[in-house]
Structures are given as structure tokens and as C-alpha cells.
């Protein structure tokens, strides 16, 4: 019974000494997912064979920062994903805006070229630390968060953007070169987490 | 016909005497924050799309108006995406909110975020709570539900 007692508060202790970690950092090692894309096919990171990283996007479709940015990730896909840099873009938000059937309904009408994945349980956001829509974390190609946080630095207009955060990323990358800025906050739609 | 007359009067009124929202500066908001009170300082950082914003600040009102200790402050961020504050002011007007209302006018959130809170991700809604008598602050990252502003209340006192 003692080492029952004693085994207990050791596990308790454990746990207490080392709170769960909100979130990945940059240079932490994601974790690869299985999720449900808008076309009804499961999807992972590992089914991009010839990927050389990846552009993780946490996007809404109702957030107007999401809206504001919309064509910048269709247009981010279109640059980066035949030099290996494929976009995946993950809705984890709660409510009816936010359901399945809108967001096949969103995806066929922009045509999107890349996985738009349904992180119904909010396992994967939660996992990541995505806090506010469009969060994006550049993956290497061993999952190494290599860069985390906003597109760039002007969501009001494409026009009045001078730091492109997420291309600078990337081209790093593909360059082998020191990526300038490894993360970066935003005003943002915070994701609408489920109520416990 | 007494009624439109009656309403017309009252969206009159409301236009009338609604407070206009002050746009302030980080180094203004920075001072706000920091400036000793006797009372609990509770700032909400909301806009006008943000759904769950606009869904608890009748609570954030409530708060303003029953408890006398307690002084709220609506910190409007819509100026990122909006830099006229005639949507903001509207609003204002229309909720004939009481709370203090002011807007951030400030560029680059990447470069000022962390100067408001170093936990917070920039994402809305959020509140902070902040006691200068105890020196403690609470910030929250997620919309607020009834109770919820009273129980931070109790955490910065004690």
C-alpha cells in the first residue's frame, strides 16, 4: 500500500514538474498528422514524397484576416509547391461557419490546389500552439519548425506589404541560407477552441 | 405614429451623447496599464468582426457598470485592418457601450504585441486583468463566459 502511496505521488510530482508545453517552439520537431481533407481523403505530411518542407497554414473560413489573406496563400501554393514547398492549410475552429461542408464549399470555389484538412478534435492545432488564423509554421524536411507566425507584415492590403515573412522563410530553405525572421505575431482571429 | 417617433428620438439621442473612441498610441496604452490605481484595470482587446468579441463585451459592460472597483477599458484593434475609425465609432454608438472605448492606432502588431503582454499571441478576443496594488496581472486568451471576469478578479487580488 506504501508503494502504491509513494509511487503516486512520484507520478503526481512528475506530471507537475513538467506542465504540458502549449505548443511547438522554433527548432522543435513537429509532429506528422492524419486528417481529413475537403475532397474526403486522408491526409498526412509523409504523402508528400518529394517534398523538400511545408507551408502548415491554421486557417478559418470566416476570420477576415483569413479572408484578407486568402488569395496570398492560393498564390503561396502556386510559387513554393513545385519547388517542393507544397501549402496545407487546417481548419480547427468550433461552429456551423466553420463546419466541414463550408469548407468543401470554400475550397471548390477558390479551387484550391492543396489540401484544405479538418482538425475536427482540434488535436493537431493544439499540438502545434496555432493560436490565431492564418498562423503559419514552415516545416523543414525533417518536420523542424523552421519559421512560425504571420505571412507577412501588412494583412490590410498585398500592396502594402515589406516583410514577406513566410516566402523569406522558404527561400531560405531552398538556399541553405540563415532564415532571416523565425517568428513573428499578429492581430488575429483567435481559434475558436471548443468549451470544455 | 407615436412609436417611430419615440424610436427616431432614441437613435437620436443615442448618436448624440455616445462617446466618441480615442485613438491612443502603444506608448499611451503602456501608460494606462502602468498608472497606480485603487481600482482593478480590465482591458479587452476586441474589433468589430470578431465574433466572440462582440458576444462577451455585455459582460465587460455589466462588469463597468455594477462593480465600482473595477474601471474597464475596450481596446478596439481594428485598426490593423481598418485604419478609419468611423466602423469602430458606429458601433460604439449603436451598443451605446459605457465602458471606455479606445483604438489602438498602431501599425506592425509583430513589433508592439509583445510590449502589451509578452504571453499574448495577439489574438482575439483578450483580457487583462491588472491590480497595481498587488502587482498582478492576468491575461486571458479565449472568450469570456459569465463568472469568468469575476474569478480573475479574485486571482489579481489575493
Redesign the interface.
Known sequence: MKKVLMLVICVVMFVAANPVKNGYGVGDVATDFKLKNVDGNMVSLADFKDAKGYVVIFDCNTCPYSKAYNQRIIDLNQKYAAMGFPVITINANEGSGDSYSEMVRIANKKKYKFPYLYDESQEVAKAYGATNTPHVFVLSKDLKVSYMGAIDDSPRNAAGVTKRYVEDAVDALLKGTIIPVTKTKAIGCGIKWKRI | MRYPITFLFTCLSISLFAQEAQQIKLKDLQHIIATPSDHIQVFNFW?T????CVKEIPLLEKLNQENQRVDVTLVS?DF????NPDKVNRFVARKNLQSKVVILAES???SW??KIDKN???????TLVVNTKTGKRKLV???L?EGDLEKLIEEVNN
Request: with cysteine; proline share 15%.
Open positions: 474589433a468582426w470578431c465574433a466572440p484593434m490593423d485592418l481598418d485604419p506592425d502588431p509583430n504585441i509583445d499574448w499571441s495577439g489574438a482575439l478576443p483578450a486568451q479565449k472568450e463566459h
